[in-house]
């Protein structure tokens, strides 16, 4: 806390006192880590129409998995520290909700606080799993993770399967 109060220019009892531990701290400095990775992410693909981007958007998103690998490794950390930590999971339960709610946002073109709860609840957290996902396969093994080409494919055959008018290629 001393180390981290030096480098913020405050003493770590302000520290303490605004977030009540060091791992309050680290666990809110991860929160806005991933916040911020999301900005970028929208800021690198935002310009695009998202039918012609969604490709980019995902090309993008698989691209930041390798720069941004300590972010994700800590995250993964942080969320097995979950089960045990009741406070964490609140605070990492509450920005996932947000991060739904700017993912839907984001994919719909529309201002955050016009996202529903449907919406947040169904595109945004799809989106939200669907990272997760494709997180976990590049942090397995990034040779075999798939593309962004791939994802939309694979979205694309699955939307057919779930239409029962279409069959799947």
Do not use: C
Request: aromatic content about 4%; hydrophobic content about 45%; cysteine-free.
């Amino acid at each position: 806390m001393r180390d981290i109060g030096a480098a913020a220019g405050v003493s770590h009892a302000a520290i303490g006192y605004h977030f009540g531990s060091r791992e309050a701290l680290l666990t809110a400095a991860l929160i806005q880590a991933i916040d911020e990775w999301g900005n970028e992410i929208d800021g690198a693909v935002g310009a695009r129409d998202l039918a012609d981007g969604y490709e980019a958007f995902w090309d993008e998103t698989v691209r930041s998995y390798a720069t941004h690998l300590p972010m994700w490794r800590a995250t993964i950390d942080a969320l097995l520290q979950t089960e045990h930590n009741p406070a964490l999971r609140a605070q990492l339960s509450d920005g996932q909700r947000q991060g739904r709610e700017g993912i839907a946002a984001g994919l719909l073109g529309v201002e955050e606080s016009t996202v529903t709860e449907v919406q947040a609840r169904t595109i945004g957290a799809v989106q939200s799993a669907l990272i997760s996902g494709v997180l976990m396969q590049h942090l397995l093994d990034p040779t075999t993770a798939p593309t962004g080409a791939e994802v939309v494919a694979g979205l694309r055959a699955l939307a057919k399967l779930t239409d029962p008018g279409e069959s799947a290629e």
